[in-house]
């Protein structure tokens, strides 16, 4: 069905939402300090590198950047110009990420107790609920998505591979990438960079995504609501 452009300004307008929310799940997920998400692993590892001088949500656009060059190799001249969009997209993720790591800060969890580990889980699983709630936001849009869903979206189909499991390698990959530049950078794997949280999120943010996913109907009411406003507008407006 060809949607209105009050409808597509309304999907625009979530996703920007939902980029907020997954920013914000992944950053209080981090705060937990029992090992970031999959996805930023790398870009947190990094971020944490003495001397590196470079913010954690420029290096989230940087694996944006090089997952979108990585999307034209595969596709070429198949690849759509519109998903370009997904460097604005990347960009948009970015500045949420340092933004929400700011408004996390003074939520970092350093208590190594048996009360404290309780909390750590405690924020992880709210952070990867949020996190979760986000994402399944954004696939309701259905307008754009990250360049980390839209490379694994590429190999599933080039390949002829479900999604899901796609995704559990290319998680992975990002895993063993992150945990290489803990080696390189640190001389060790730190744990509460890359540890059991990180664990926990491969499996725990699906199942949430799974959950959230049919509970959204507030989205929907927009979406009709939007549908609605525009025809009545068209009505009122035609001669």
């Known amino acids: 069905m060809k949607k209105s452009g009050e409808q597509l300004l309304c999907r625009y307008l979530m996703f920007v939402v939902s980029l907020f929310v997954i920013a914000f799940g992944?950053?209080?997920?981090?705060?937990?300090?029992?090992?970031?998400?999959?996805?930023?692993?790398?870009?947190?590892?990094?971020?944490?590198?003495?001397?590196?001088?470079?913010?954690?949500?420029?290096?989230?656009?940087?694996?944006?950047?090089?997952?979108?060059?990585?999307?034209?190799?595969?596709?070429?001249?198949?690849?759509?110009?519109?998903?370009?969009?997904?460097?604005?997209?990347?960009?948009?993720?970015?500045?949420?990420?340092?933004?929400?790591?700011?408004?996390?800060?003074?939520?970092?969890?350093?208590d190594v107790s048996m009360w404290g580990y309780a909390l750590r889980l405690t924020e992880l699983l709210c952070g990867g609920a949020i996190l979760a709630y986000g994402i399944a936001i954004e696939v309701k849009c259905d307008v754009l998505m990250l360049a980390t869903e839209g490379t694994q979206v590429v190999i599933a189909r080039e390949l002829g591979k479900e999604f899901g499991k796609v995704k559990i390698v290319t998680d992975t990959l990002l895993v063993c990438l992150g945990i290489c530049f803990c080696l390189w950078f640190f001389g060790r794997w730190r744990w509460e960079l890359i540890g059991p949280g990180t664990l926990i999120s491969m499996f725990y943010v699906g199942y949430m995504v799974r959950l959230f996913a049919p509970r959204l109907g507030w989205v929907d009411y927009l979406l009709a609501y939007s549908r609605l406003a525009y025809s009545w507008h068209a009505h009122h407006a035609a001669p």
Do not use: E, K
């Open 26 to 110: 992944t950053s209080l997920s981090i705060r937990a300090n029992l090992g970031s998400s999959p996805i930023s692993c790398p870009p947190y590892v990094l971020s944490l590198v003495p001397g590196i001088g470079i913010t954690m949500g420029t290096l989230v656009f940087v694996m944006h950047a090089l997952l979108i060059g990585l999307q034209l190799l595969i596709l070429r001249h198949r690849y759509r110009p519109l998903q370009l969009l997904q460097l604005l997209v990347g960009i948009v993720f970015g500045f949420f990420t340092d933004l929400t790591m700011w408004l996390t800060g003074y939520l970092q969890v350093a």
